[in-house]
């Protein structure tokens, strides 16, 4: 995990922030291993807008500087966008992948965060993409990951890479990663629904809860609202 | 060439469609070989917007549909879209990548066209990238292509590819290419410097004069402003 050091001059890194619980604890980590972190809060017609609200204040507390990006895809049609579509009760281990799957995103996420680091002359983009507990979405996977630092090596200048450290991490060892560094869990947000209460059915909200389960620790959002 | 061709059953692709000569000329040659085309055009604040209005009126010409996408790239400091900074003047064959680039353009388009295509299950994306008389871009490289299709297999629910017809082809064959096929080269538009007239001087102007006279053909464009 070479990249995961920032070395002894504070080399500066974009961490892609959503405001969930695993770019957070990216996040966190990326910053306990000495980078100077600027994060890329996305914008994107997401039904749970609310993790932007997350996302800001997690860079604000960290005192990160931070980007805003709207994008728009109207095209998508996925239910995590389309109001009038509804998001699927969750089902973690399911075969097809979910209608919440917004194509490209991630591809399009990262060429932002790849122009900017270009521009910037930054050679890190951290991201908390993982593979173990996830909804079978292709942009999580270690080989998309793999194939896009093989296409930065042709289409970057600067030498930008991506750094994916909790890639092949399960639910519960983020949990107890984050813990450790101190993550703000009551200011995350994971619900796919975007009420004012996490839904505790979606697969973003089952995932979840599975992690802080097998962790052993409570979820402060859910605490809250059981109180 | 397999993926130039679309079948007997009238295959969707999708176009990158810059107004230029590249990309219209490519936009001509996927239709003349049955594709049913969608042309993606991009506004992202450069300064020759011109190109944006021919893009649309070719498009229309050829009665494919289109939509504009407006993206936002106020951090990549290019001379292509920052109006403070000078266009250099033309240099083919220069060692030095020029000002005008802008960092992880090619990247962030084909994105948009993945994400597009991956939604609705168009299997190609044409984009008349060219690597022998062009300004030394990475992202215009056939190793970015191939990098990029690389990434795609992992990327992709739908199989969408990128198909880079022009990749190899001298400006004088893009020319010849374009005039056989009807290309409205009065209606393009290639020069940087986005004025009433092209400059004449800047890569693109030089690059595409080049193109001319290898070919022996006069450019409309030139010709109506000597007249």
Redesign the interface.
């Known amino acids: 995990m070479e990249w995961i050091k920032a070395g002894k001059n504070k080399k500066k890194a974009v961490v892609l922030l959503s405001g969930g619980l695993d770019s957070s604890t990216t996040l966190y980590l990326a910053k306990s291993r000495g980078w100077d972190v600027h994060c890329l809060i996305f914008s994107y017609g997401q039904r749970h807008s609310r993790e932007v609200k997350s996302a800001v204040s997690i860079a604000k507390k960290t005192r990160s500087s931070y ?1 805003l ?5 109207p ?4 239910s995590l966008i389309d109001k009038s579509k509804k998001i699927p009760p969750g089902k973690i281990g399911r075969e097809r ?1 979910p209608s919440t ?8 996420f ?3 965060a ?3 680091c ?3 002359k930054i050679p890190a983009i951290f991201i908390g993409a993982n593979a173990v507990d996830f909804s079978g979405y ?2 999580c ?1 270690p ?2 990951y793999r ?2 630092n ?2 930065l ?6 030498g930008v890479k991506i750094v994916t450290p909790l890639i092949r991490k399960s639910k519960r060892d983020i949990v107890l990663l984050g813990h450790k560094l101190g993550v703000p869990f009551e200011m995350t947000w994971s619900c796919y629904r975007g009420g004012d209460k996490p839904c505790g059915d979606c697969d973003s909200c089952r995932l979840r809860a599975k992690g802080f389960e097998d962790a052993g620790l409570a979820d402060p959002l859910v605490k809250t609202d059981s109180e």
Chains 1, 2 share one sequence.
């Not at 990006?69 to 895809?73: D, F, G, M, T």
């Not at 095209?75 to 996925?78: D, H, I, K, T």
């Open positions: 980007s990006v709207n994008i728009n895809l095209w998508c049609g996925s992948i799957y917004v194509p490209g995103r991630n591809t399009i990262l060429s932002y790849f122009s900017f270009e521009a910037k292709p942009d996977r080989c998309y194939a896009f093989r296409l090596e042709h289409a970057s200048v600067a």
